[in-house]
């Protein structure tokens, strides 16, 4: 089975400054899907960032990005010029080629942001 | 827009009480998740459904049943509530638009304390 391993509970980051939220994760499988969420206070889950694995072009959406490294099996997410509004949980995910609709989660890294 | 709507956000059961947890979606996704959510643990899928009355046991679905009768509701059910069910419980959808690595639309979650 799958597992993902988020190994920073919590992590802090002054505004403006870059944070980086590390991810890593087991699989046998050669093609797979990677996700980052998103889920501030109001509790609402969001989709910050995905990477096919069979991309090696690292994914980018605005301020965040990946750095993804398929033999090291790490996927960590790094946040520039941080805002308020990232202090959220952020959670790492997996979905298996073949695995149909099922995505491993990690256990989460809480985000704070220092004004 | 994608709409997930739990009914409850909050709920305070007794043990061994049957307890119902309600998702609807304001379109026609087949697709629909449920999953508890625990410090440390991340998310972990406890029943998933890919269309009317048909469903997929997850990760953890001991203690669980669930019920799709139609398209737009999905509801978790716990049969005789223990207090290791206290929990955050999150409902998701996968929209239906062609993607496989399409990312899921989650419910602002229910916060369930089991006394």
């Known amino acids: 089975a799958q597992t993902v391993t988020q190994s920073q509970p919590e992590m802090s980051v002054q505004e403006a400054e870059t944070v980086t939220l590390s991810c890593t994760y087991d699989?046998?499988?050669?093609?797979?899907?990677l996700f980052w969420y998103k889920q501030p206070p109001s509790r609402q889950m969001i989709l910050v960032i995905r990477q096919e694995a069979y991309k090696q072009q690292n994914a980018t959406e605005n301020r965040f990005s990946v750095n993804f490294q398929k033999a090291a099996k790490s996927f960590s997410l790094k946040i520039s010029d941080s805002q308020l509004g990232d202090a959220a949980m952020y959670f790492c995910?997996?979905?298996?080629?073949?695995?149909?609709?099922?995505?491993?989660f990690g256990g989460g890294t809480r985000l704070m942001v220092k004004p | 827009d994608v709409k997930v709507t739990q009914s409850s956000r909050y709920l305070v059961k007794r043990t061994g009480e049957k307890v119902f947890l309600e998702c609807v979606q304001d379109m026609d996704h087949e697709n629909m998740f449920w999953y508890r959510q625990d410090p440390g643990l991340g998310l972990r899928l406890i029943y998933f459904s890919y269309d009317v009355k048909m469903k997929e046991k997850g990760d953890i679905p001991e203690g669980y049943s669930v019920s799709r009768e139609k398209k737009e509701r999905f509801s978790l059910i716990l049969e005789s509530a223990s207090t290791n069910q206290t929990s955050m419980y999150l409902c998701?959808?996968?929209?239906?638009?062609?993607?496989?690595?399409?990312?899921?639309?989650f419910g602002n979650g229910t916060r369930l304390t089991v006394t």
């Open positions: 998701a959808i996968k929209p239906r638009d062609g993607s496989y690595n399409s990312p899921l639309h």
């Open positions: 995910a997996y979905k298996g080629y073949n695995a149909g609709n099922m995505l491993t």
């Open positions: 699989t046998s499988e050669s093609d797979y899907y």
